[in-house]
């Protein structure tokens, strides 16, 4: 806000100064139009603004003001010298109410009313008192946008300019002399590229401070509730990029309250909170600033978008409905598309997310589209620094040299380093870094420069591309680089993976990676992610219980088998004589330490195995088998073993047989301090796994409430609480209580229970224990 | 009405590149790969402290790839500077316009690229738009 009142201040002392001349010729000609005109367009400006900024006496001022000389120019009023008086007594006023609000004075609002009385028709005439100049020394010009860009590239050039003769300089021997007026002549290049940088730098701010107003007006105008957050209004931008995104951002806020988040009964029926969240986040990543604009309203309906764009432009319908899904959610930029039915009077006029993406287009930035039916919708918006010079890191593979902004790169390791692993799963390799799983991208490989790495070990930049981090294996890390980055040539742009091309100071040009291009590209696929960062955890259990990340191995007996992901805690290539049959079990001794092995099979004559380490709090064990052979996410039901052992079911993945292991199993058999309460414990038995939700989620949160949890009841086992997704939880309840989940928050009246409200669930099952002892 | 045109050669065809598109003619040295990119895209190369995007024309005509073309001509569209590589260049001389005769047909990509012809000496020459070879061949042909 307070940029804006000095933007204002700002503004209106200008004017107030161009005014000054209309003033004394108004003055002798009242009956000018074009004078009028222009004293009518002031105080008309500083009105609006006042009542944006809440600066009520100015506002009553002008707004005085501009009734009187409305009537001036309807004829309804004739300029006589006492009226003009007046409206200059009050233009006065204005200027030194200004002066005060910049000098932060008091100043007396004592006549004011009587300023404004004096407008009245046949009002005394006011005398013209001249107020003491209290006028600070003004310490902003105001400067043509223009003016900045031509010194903005000639800073430019001057470094590139700079850079060369350093690099003509290095070719001979230099005298030390010459080096010291170079360096010197750097510094100060490079302090003047900064602040020349920052003229042309603006906060975020000024483009996020009108969102409020527009999402109130928006909302209240189509009935519907929402919550605005925003997020990174400190980060600065272009100033003129600002101005351009201001349209587009606007426009896609209200569409997003209008198509996008639902009616508050909608939304209620789709148990959701009733208020809309829309959340506008800001964040510089690399060389470009990415907007996001996240509400968790219904999402694109893709195949309405389609009937609607076949409907109005006469596309054949099937030919857009055999599209990709990016492609299809592509769809939403083509003109001619409004997928509301009635036009409202917010959007649905003519001005779709066509022209939208045409002024991004023209800034040089992209959309990207993130739909998730039902939950919502993320579009980010994602539009370059141009010109600008960034610290880079200089990476290289075989003969050349990539720059990567230093801004990406959280972190640079050597492949050998003591605490980074790289496994290879599938067809990609997983990188290892402490604790920190990543996926990575071998960067030859991907854009087919042939390494020079040979027995070299690779070194691993870690970036992070605001979704997601993953790790990037280059030859060599070369260098630390001030570069001039400029947009590369379409085709250059269209490979997807380059933000851009710079002149370093070795005269061969360089091109510099965009590390989101280059993580899509290499099919990273990051998800959702953090959407709702602060979003109740329901919503990101819900996320996870579509699927259970496992990992597939091939065991020692031949069989392929799926160990949940959550409990593999890293993959060692053992030595098989590592392993030894002592104090009554297999055990192997690994980073110094003894650990109980489960091995599902004979290690037979292999010279090599894998260990899978699985962790699960305290406890550790190896579990050896052949090979691990690739991540994979079971979303298939999993048909339960008929005892609790080593397998816990059968899942059927890419039409093959696939045997999911216990993890439970695994640590209550083989872990060396199990735990000895489990026997005592009140028995919980899942009677049904829809989806691995009740065994990913439902089994720990027991289990850390101290219950004994079980798929299946072995012979003359009782079960105290059977625990179900369905409506008739069979034959094996037995007596038991039974506690049903529901899927939806309503419906409490059955004495079912919201499958994602943890506490509710603990309590219940207190009670209906505590019932039972009773 | 006669207009300037540079005659160049293109695999082993002379073409004439009008003179407005022609910013200027420089030698080409070194190049940086721009790897994954269209074929006809050479790389980029430093021309004072200015990048140029290297636009291998025999490549972007679908014609195999130019071996030894050194000399380019540098063009600007939208823009973004580009060198066209060409395999030798004559002098920038003044020839009429003319429109393709009736019936000749040429291929495609060329077709994308031709914009009539001027006579030297009784020889056809085709005139080529240098800006339209930049997108390449995939492009053209999408």
């Known amino acids: 806000m307070d940029d804006l009142l000095q933007e204002f201040i700002a503004e209106t002392r200008e004017t107030l100064e161009t005014l000054a001349g209309e003033i004394v010729a108004w003055e002798a000609a009242p009956g000018d139009r074009a004078r009028l005109d222009a004293i009518f367009r002031f105080v008309h400006t500083v009105k609006g603004s006042c009542g944006f900024l809440d600066l009520p006496r100015l506002e009553r001022l002008s707004h005085a003001a501009e009734d009187v000389l409305a009537q001036v120019r309807d004829g309804a009023r004739v300029p006589d010298p006492a009226l003009v008086n007046a409206v200059l007594a009050i233009v006065d006023r204005i200027g030194e109410i200004v002066e005060a609000i910049d000098a932060g004075n008091a100043l007396p609002d004592s006549g004011e009313e009587l300023l404004i009385a004096a407008l009245e028709e046949g009002a005394e005439a006011v005398v013209q008192t001249t107020a003491p100049a209290t006028r600070t020394t003004s310490r902003s010009v105001r400067l043509n946008v223009e003016l900045l860009d031509r010194m903005m590239s000639g800073m430019s050039d001057m470094v590139l300019a700079r850079n060369e003769l350093a690099r003509r300089l290095r070719e001979d021997d230099i005298d030390p002399q010459v080096e010291a007026a170079l360096e010197r002549m750097s510094a100060s290049v490079a302090d003047m590229r900064e602040t020349v940088t920052r003229t042309r730098m603006q906060k975020l701010d000024t483009l996020f401070s009108v969102l409020p107003r527009v999402v109130r007006d928006t909302a209240a105008g189509v009935g519907k509730q929402v919550k605005l957050s925003v997020e990174g209004a400190d980060v600065e931008l272009d100033r003129e990029m600002i101005e351009a995104m201001r349209d587009p951002l606007v426009h896609i806020i209200r569409n997003a309250i209008d198509h996008g988040i639902e009616t508050p009964d909608d939304r209620r029926r789709a148990g959701k909170p009733e208020n809309g969240r829309l959340t506008v986040a800001a964040r510089q990543s690399g060389n470009q600033i990415v907007i996001e604009i996240v509400d968790d309203g219904r999402g694109i309906d893709v195949a309405k978008v389609i009937r609607k764009l076949a409907g109005n432009t006469g596309r054949d319908e099937q030919e857009l409905r055999s599209l990709s899904d990016r492609a299809k959610l592509g769809l939403i930029f083509e003109p001619g598309l409004s997928t509301k039915d009635e036009v409202t009077n917010i959007s649905g006029r003519g001005v779709g997310m066509d022209v939208v993406r045409s002024s991004i287009d023209q800034i040089g930035g992209r959309i990207e589209l993130d739909n998730a039916p039902g939950k919502g919708l993320r579009i980010a918006i994602h539009v370059p620094l141009t010109l600008s010079i960034i610290s880079a890191v200089v990476v290289g593979i075989g003969e050349q040299r990539f720059a990567i902004p230093r801004q990406a790169v959280e972190e640079i390791v050597s492949e050998r380093a003591g605490n980074v692993r790289v496994d290879v799963l599938g067809k990609g390799s997983v990188a290892t870094v402490r604790d920190r799983k990543l996926a990575m991208v071998d960067l030859g490989e991907l854009l087919g420069v042939p390494s020079a790495r040979n027995d070299h070990c690779a070194m691993l930049v870690i970036v992070s591309t605001g979704t997601g981090s993953f790790c990037l294996a280059v030859d060599s890390v070369i260098d630390n680089e001030e570069l001039v980055i400029k947009p590369a040539a379409p085709s250059v742009m269209a490979t997807g993976v380059y933000g851009g091309q710079t002149l370093p100071d070795t005269g061969m040009p360089m091109l510099v990676l965009d590390c989101a291009g280059v993580a899509s590209t290499a099919g990273l696929r990051f998800g959702l992610g953090d959407m709702f960062a602060d979003e109740e955890e329901e919503e990101a259990e819900a996320a996870a219980s579509q699927g259970l990340a496992a990992l597939m191995v091939a065991d020692l007996d031949g069989a392929h088998r799926a160990v949940p992901l959550a409990v593999v805690d890293r993959i060692e290539k053992v030595g098989a004589d590592a392993i030894r049959y002592s104090a009554g079990r297999l055990r192997i001794a690994i980073d110094g330490e003894i650990l109980p092995v489960a091995a599902l099979g004979d290690i037979g004559d292999r010279t090599e195995i894998a260990l899978l380490r699985l962790h699960s709090g305290d406890s550790e064990v190896a579990y050896a088998v052949a090979e691990a052979m690739d991540i994979v996410t079971i979303t298939e039901d999993v048909v339960p073993a008929p005892e609790y052992g080593p397998v816990a079911g059968a899942v059927l993945l890419n039409d093959e047989h696939i045997e999911l292991i216990d993890a439970n199993w695994m640590f209550d058999t083989h872990a060396e301090c199990a735990d000895a309460d489990q026997a005592t414990a009140p028995t919980c038995l899942l009677a049904s796994n829809r989806d691995g939700w009740m065994r990913t989620f439902v089994r720990p949160l027991l289990e850390q409430a101290g219950y004994r949890v079980v798929n299946t009841l072995k012979e003359g086992e009782r079960a105290a609480i059977v625990l179900t997704e369905d409506d008739s939880p069979g034959s094996v309840t037995d007596g038991a209580s039974v506690i049903r989940l529901r899927d939806s928050r309503t419906g409490s009246a059955d004495g079912s229970v919201f499958r994602y409200d943890r506490k509710e669930l603990l309590s219940a099952i207190a009670a209906r224990i505590s019932g039972d002892a009773a | ?142």
Request: aromatic letters at 4%.
């Open chain 2, 1 to 142: 009405m006669s207009e300037l045109f540079l005659i160049a050669m293109i695999s082993g065809r002379p073409v004439a590149i009008p003179s407005d598109q022609v910013e200027s003619v420089v030698d080409i040295s070194e190049v940086t790969a721009v790897p994954r990119a269209a074929s006809h895209i050479r790389g980029l190369a430093a021309l004072r402290s200015r990048v140029v995007t290297v636009i291998d024309a025999v490549a972007a005509l679908g014609l195999g790839k130019s071996v030894s073309a050194t000399r380019a001509v540098i063009t600007q569209v939208d823009n973004h500077y580009y060198a066209v590589l060409v395999e030798a260049l004559d002098d920038v001389t003044p020839f009429d316009r003319q429109p393709l005769a009736n019936g000749v047909t040429l291929d495609e990509r060329w077709d994308a690229v031709a914009e009539g012809v001027v006579e030297r000496d009784g020889e056809p020459i085709l005139i080529v738009n240098a800006a339209a070879l930049i997108p390449g061949p995939s492009e053209i042909a999408a």
